[in-house]
């Protein structure tokens, strides 16, 4: 401060000298000393100055100076008496508290200056800066290309400001971020009160899109000049971008479909649907980048592209793959209603289902539930084989789907009735039934007869003497024709043949009538004689088979023109005469009384036994209860005679039984046994002569013709009869 003014003219520093020296030998005290300021032009500024311990004759004196303008000092005031140049200043605060505050009002710029509030008697007197801030005319201008500019252009811009005091400093801002100074933008040199700086980018990319750029410029004074702002908004445009959330999906039958991409691009894209190697739906809607079907059919499966175009190479695409789901459902590849022809080898049937996920298509029959793999394959076919078939289609997600075929078998008959044979006495009513599946029905169904002498007899619906055939009738599905014999007699015994026949062909089966005499005295005859001989057998056997090797003998003579022929079922141990002669003797002793002499053919069928009665070898046998409880079927022919194979008396009496015995066909369990008496102890018994078992009337006869040797047909392992 000395310094100051030392180097002012001494008229004009000298007073400042005198104040000063005399300041520091007074005891008052600042209180409040001036602070240096920044007031905005055209404002209030007030200087604040305060003393404690003034003393009456102290006096308080404001004074400014300007030494960038004036190197003169101004008094202002004394005592709050301010000069009357200073019309916009004055001096407020309650003097008794020493308060001496300067008030300038309107500040302007030649306000500025150095401000000094003192007091002759207090040393180091207070100063203070005043500064006078003018704001720049205008906002900062920014100028060059805004834009919009294209991904990899460069950006250069230009801001600048003129005027102020101070003058202002620019800065770039990206929003409320500063740009980095160095490598951006740079700062020119202020040039008659105009600052300026350019902002540059080399390369922009897509980040810079939407950026807002700002010039901002500041004086420096906060709290009294605000700063200067001037922002645009940078367009940068790029090419679209396409991003699919969901690039598949699976969709049900008939519900709605949302199928979306997320695209970016500047300028906005404009978004197309497609459908590879195929049209959109016609029900689809497109809605900004989301392609909207509101009911989704099975044929809307496929692959869907989103095209995204903004004008900037490269356009851009997503793929979406939807699957549309939908339950099982077979396809009307064949009828409910299918005619096949009776005894094909195979036929087959394709059941063919659609859905997805793909359907697992099996087939059964609806009656049985026995499964069949698809395409269903019948072989053979015959009339068993129809019925109602279902084809099944099961697929995840869905209830099974079915769909029925009744497989019809058209074609010749089929008599469904086995075989059977029946036994019935004399009087007894006899009924046999033809079971017939066929389609269409038996254009005709007869029954032939061929009885014992081959005389052959056809029968049609109706009545022909005892044997009535009753009008053919449907059971379930089949057809019956009932054959009924009212009074059966043997006359009615032999072969009952059923034919069925249609346009196709036509089917038969045999049964087998076999009726006896209807005699009481059979019966009891049999009943008492079955005892007997029996016993009588069991004796004679098991002694015999302890004495010789062969027990039986039986000759069946021949003609010396005929030679000697073997029998099939009589059993033949010829020997020696010796042997003979004691097989004569000892048959002797075991006699028979002729009244219970009798012959018992013990048949096993059906569960039944039948009597022969010795009056006649050709008489059919009488039917009694058997011991047997299970019976074999055994064909017709070997349960006749011998005699019954001949048809001529010449040939018969050429063959004259020796045997009053004969073992016909033993088994182990329920086997046939039979014992027949031969046509010549039916002679002797009618000259009333008695033989004894095993005699042989003609003596040397045995010896003098050729015997046969007669098999037994089947011996049991264990009992026999």
């Known amino acids: 401060m000395l310094s100051t003014i030392m180097d002012c003219s001494g008229v004009a520093l000298l007073p400042w000298l005198v104040l000063t020296l005399l300041s520091t030998v007074n005891s008052a005290l600042y209180r409040t000393r001036p602070e240096s300021t920044e007031v905005l032009v055209n404002q209030t500024v007030t200087l604040y100055c305060a003393f404690n311990g003034l003393a009456p004759s102290d006096v308080v004196n404001w004074y400014w100076y300007n030494p960038e303008t004036d190197d003169k000092l101004y008094h202002i005031s004394a005592r709050g008496r301010v000069a009357s140049e200073f019309s916009r200043h004055s001096i407020v605060g309650s003097s008794r508290r020493g308060e001496y505050n300067l008030r300038i009002r309107d500040v302007q710029p030649g306000d500025e200056g150095n401000y000094r509030c003192s007091v002759f008697t207090v040393r180091d007197a207070g100063d203070a800066r005043l500064t006078v801030v003018v704001p720049p005319a205008k906002r900062p201008t920014i100028t060059g290309h805004k834009g919009p500019y294209v991904v990899g252009e460069e950006m250069q811009l230009v801001c600048r400001t003129n005027g102020g005091k101070p003058l202002p400093t620019l800065m770039w801002y990206n929003g409320t971020e500063p740009l980095d100074p160095f490598g951006t933008y740079y700062q020119d040199a202020p040039l008659d009160d105009i600052v300026q700086t350019e902002l540059r980018i080399p390369s922009l990319t897509k980040w810079e899109d939407s950026m807002n750029l700002s010039c901002v410029a500041d004086q420096g004074v906060q709290g009294v000049s605000s700063q200067k702002v001037t922002s645009i908004q940078l367009r940068v445009y790029y090419s679209p971008t396409v991003t699919v959330p969901i690039n598949s999906l699976q969709a049900l039958e008939g519900t709605y479909a949302n199928l979306t991409c997320l695209v970016e691009g500047n300028p906005s894209p404009v978004v197309g649907w497609t459908r590879d190697g195929d049209s959109l739906?016609?029900?689809?809607?497109?809605?900004?980048?989301?392609?909207?079907?509101?009911?989704?059919?099975?044929?809307?499966?496929?692959?869907?592209?989103?095209?995204?175009?903004?004008?900037?190479?490269?356009?851009?695409?997503?793929?979406?793959?939807?699957?549309?789901?939908?339950?099982?459902?077979?396809?009307?590849?064949?009828?409910?209603?299918?005619?096949?022809?009776?005894?094909?080898?195979?036929?087959?049937?394709?059941?063919?289902?659609?859905?997805?996920?793909?359907?697992?298509?099996?087939?059964?029959?609806?009656?049985?539930?026995?499964?069949?793999?698809?395409?269903?394959?019948?072989?053979?076919?015959?009339?068993?084989?129809?019925?109602?078939?279902?084809?099944?289609?099961?697929?995840?997600?869905?209830?099974?789907?079915?769909?029925?075929?009744?497989?019809?078998?058209?074609?010749?008959?089929?008599?469904?009735?086995?075989?059977?044979?029946?036994?019935?006495?004399?009087?007894?009513?006899?009924?046999?039934?033809?079971?017939?599946?066929?389609?269409?029905?038996?254009?005709?169904?007869?029954?032939?007869?061929?009885?014992?002498?081959?005389?052959?007899?056809?029968?049609?619906?109706?009545?022909t003497a005892d044997v009535f055939v009753k009008k053919t009738t449907i059971v379930g599905d089949k057809i019956q024709s009932v054959l009924m014999i009212n009074s059966a007699e043997s006359a009615h015994t032999g072969d009952y043949v059923c034919i069925a026949s249609n346009m196709f062909g036509q089917d038969r089966q045999e049964f087998r009538v076999y009726v006896t005499d209807d005699s009481s005295d059979v019966v009891v005859i049999a009943a008492v004689?079955?005892?007997?001989?029996?016993?009588?057998?069991?004796?004679?056997?098991?002694?015999?088979?302890?004495?010789?090797?062969?027990?039986?003998?039986?000759?069946?003579?021949?003609?010396?023109?005929?030679?000697?022929?073997?029998?099939?079922?009589?059993?033949?141990?010829?020997?020696?005469?010796?042997?003979?002669?004691?097989?004569?003797?000892?048959?002797?002793?075991?006699?028979?009384?002729?009244?219970?002499?009798?012959?018992?053919?013990?048949?096993?069928?059906?569960?039944?036994?039948?009597?022969?009665?010795?009056?006649?070898?050709?008489?059919?046998?009488?039917?009694?209860?058997?011991?047997?409880?299970?019976?074999?079927?055994?064909?017709?022919?070997?349960?006749?005679?011998?005699?019954?194979?001949?048809?001529?008396?010449?040939?018969?009496?050429?063959?004259?039984?020796?045997?009053?015995?004969?073992?016909?066909?033993?088994?182990?369990?329920?086997?046939?046994?039979?014992?027949?008496?031969?046509?010549?102890?039916?002679?002797?018994?009618?000259?009333?002569?008695?033989?004894?078992?095993?005699?042989?009337?003609?003596?040397?006869?045995?010896?003098?013709?050729?015997?046969?040797?007669?098999?037994?047909?089947?011996?049991?392992?264990?009992?026999?009869?």
């Not at 699957?323 to 049937?349: A, H, M, W």
């Not at 029996?534 to 004796?539: I, M, R, S, T, Y």
């Not at 095993?694 to 049991?716: F, L, M, N």
Request: proline share 6%; charged share 25%; glycine share 6%.
């Open 529 to 721: 004689t079955m005892g007997v001989v029996l016993g009588v057998l069991f004796a004679v056997m098991a002694t015999l088979c302890l004495r010789a090797r062969n027990i039986w003998t039986c000759r069946l003579s021949k003609s010396p023109e005929r030679g000697t022929r073997r029998s099939e079922s009589f059993s033949y141990c010829a020997g020696s005469e010796d042997e003979l002669a004691a097989k004569t003797s000892l048959n002797m002793s075991f006699k028979v009384p002729e009244d219970e002499l009798a012959t018992i053919e013990l048949q096993k069928l059906n569960g039944i036994s039948t009597h022969r009665s010795t009056s006649s070898l050709n008489s059919q046998p009488v039917v009694i209860s058997s011991p047997f409880t299970e019976l074999k079927r055994v064909e017709y022919s070997r349960l006749t005679t011998d005699r019954s194979r001949f048809h001529d008396d010449e040939e018969e009496e050429k063959y004259p039984r020796h045997c009053p015995y004969y073992v016909g066909e033993l088994t182990n369990r329920q086997e046939t046994v039979k014992l027949l008496p031969s046509a010549k102890r039916k002679e002797e018994d009618d000259d009333g002569s008695a033989d004894t078992i095993g005699s042989d009337p003609g003596g040397s006869d045995i010896q003098e013709k050729s015997t046969d040797h007669y098999q037994i047909e089947a011996v049991s392992q264990t009992n026999i009869v």
């Open 281 to 463: 739906p016609q029900n689809a809607e497109i809605s900004n980048s989301s392609l909207l079907i509101p009911r989704v059919s099975r044929s809307d499966s496929g692959a869907y592209l989103c095209e995204a175009d903004n004008g900037i190479q490269p356009k851009v695409t997503g793929e979406i793959n939807m699957e549309v789901i939908f339950p099982p459902r077979i396809k009307s590849t064949f009828d409910g209603e299918i005619s096949v022809l009776y005894g094909q080898n195979v036929f087959k049937v394709d059941c063919l289902a659609e859905g997805n996920p793909k359907p697992n298509v099996t087939w059964r029959r609806k009656d049985t539930n026995q499964p069949y793999n698809n395409p269903l394959t019948l072989s053979p076919l015959n009339y068993k084989t129809e019925g109602i078939y279902v084809c099944v289609a099961r697929s995840k997600r869905f209830p099974e789907v079915t769909k029925e075929a009744f497989i019809n078998v058209i074609g010749r008959p089929e008599v469904v009735t086995e075989a059977s044979s029946v036994s019935a006495a004399g009087g007894d009513t006899v009924e046999l039934t033809c079971t017939i599946a066929s389609d269409p029905v038996p254009e005709e169904i007869v029954w032939n007869l061929v009885g014992e002498d081959g005389k052959k007899t056809t029968y049609r619906t109706g009545r």
